[in-house]
């Protein structure tokens, strides 16, 4: 924050690039001699932080992917259909991490930051409705066990949408709006089936990662 100041004062150059680089650095170097002189392994590598750091990555690429979704020119045969690129680290984790509640901090802080980046209180109440019915939905039909992962994401992209159009309909008084669900349920099907295609050969290079056969051992231990 006393950077910002600096940089936006517009009178004190020296110091503000002195903030953003020499001291920045030096600062950076001490902190990582201090930290790494102090920390023993057994506290830095404890299974609260590395849960912390795998929820950081998840969140990340999740923004990012919502992001990049964002810029990409993708002709739809109807208003407000997506790709939904960001569902999929919301399918991933729901397989892999061990606890129900880290996937939807994951896909509430997402869409917070998204929000906060670019978006209205419009955009946020159709984000966070077309999330609910969409994680709800993927989460009875895996709780069950009688649906693929592919079957999974389908319903994900198809409750997303569903979740937007009420919320639609709600904001502008008109049910008439409605009547694009169809189109956007054969939309949510397609990216589904696409999504799910895609979970499916990341959770398998996953399987491979000692820290990926440890969350499923606590999954299993949880259920």
Same mark, same amino acid.
């Given at each position: %924050?006393?950077?910002?100041?600096?940089?936006?004062?517009?009178?004190?150059?020296? @110091?503000?690039?002195?903030?953003?680089?020499?001291?920045?650095?030096?600062?950076?170097? =001490?902190?990582?001699?201090?930290?790494?002189? !102090?920390?023993?392994?057994?506290? =830095?590598?404890? $299974?609260?932080?590395?849960?912390?750091? @795998? #929820?950081?990555? &998840?969140?990340?690429?999740?923004?990012?992917?919502?992001?990049?979704?964002? %810029?990409?020119?993708? $002709? =739809?045969?109807? $208003?407000?259909?997506?790709?939904? #690129?960001?569902?999929?680290?919301?399918?991933?984790?729901?397989?892999?991490? $061990?606890?129900? /509640?880290?996937?939807?901090?994951?896909?509430?802080?997402? @869409?917070?930051?998204? !929000?906060?980046?670019?978006?209205?209180?419009?955009? =946020? #109440?159709?984000?966070?409705?077309?999330?609910?019915?969409?994680?709800?939905?993927? %989460?009875?039909?895996?709780?069950?066990?009688?649906?693929?992962?592919?079957?999974?994401?389908?319903?994900?992209?198809?409750?997303?949408?569903?979740?937007?159009?009420?919320?639609?309909?709600?904001?502008?008084?008109?049910?008439?709006?409605?009547l694009y669900l169809p189109i956007l349920a054969v939309a949510g099907t397609g990216t589904g089936i696409l999504i799910g295609i895609t979970a499916i &050969?990341?959770?398998?290079?996953?399987?491979?990662?000692?820290?990926?056969? /440890?969350?499923?051992?606590?999954?299993q231990a949880i259920n």
């Open positions: %924050m006393l950077g910002n100041i600096f940089r936006e004062s517009g009178v004190v150059s020296r @110091i503000s690039n002195t903030a953003q680089n020499e001291l920045m650095n030096i600062i950076t170097i =001490f902190l990582g001699v201090t930290v790494g002189a !102090t920390a023993s392994g057994e506290v =830095f590598l404890s $299974p609260q932080t590395i849960g912390i750091i @795998i #929820l950081g990555l &998840f969140i990340a690429q999740s923004l990012v992917l919502y992001v990049v979704e964002g %810029m990409l020119p993708v $002709p =739809f045969i109807a $208003p407000g259909a997506k790709l939904g #690129l960001a569902n999929l680290i919301t399918v991933i984790a729901l397989y892999a991490l $061990p606890r129900k /509640r880290d996937v939807c901090l994951i896909l509430l802080v997402r @869409i917070i930051l998204a !929000t906060a980046f670019g978006g209205g209180i419009n955009a =946020f #109440l159709y984000s966070v409705a077309g999330a609910a019915f969409s994680l709800g939905a993927m %989460m009875v039909l895996q709780k069950t066990g009688k649906c693929s992962i592919i079957g999974v994401s389908t319903a994900g992209g198809i409750f997303h949408n569903l979740g937007q159009v009420i919320v639609a309909s709600l904001v502008v008084e008109n049910i008439k709006i409605m &050969f990341t959770l398998r290079h996953l399987k491979r990662l000692p820290i990926y056969r /440890r969350m499923q051992e606590e999954n």
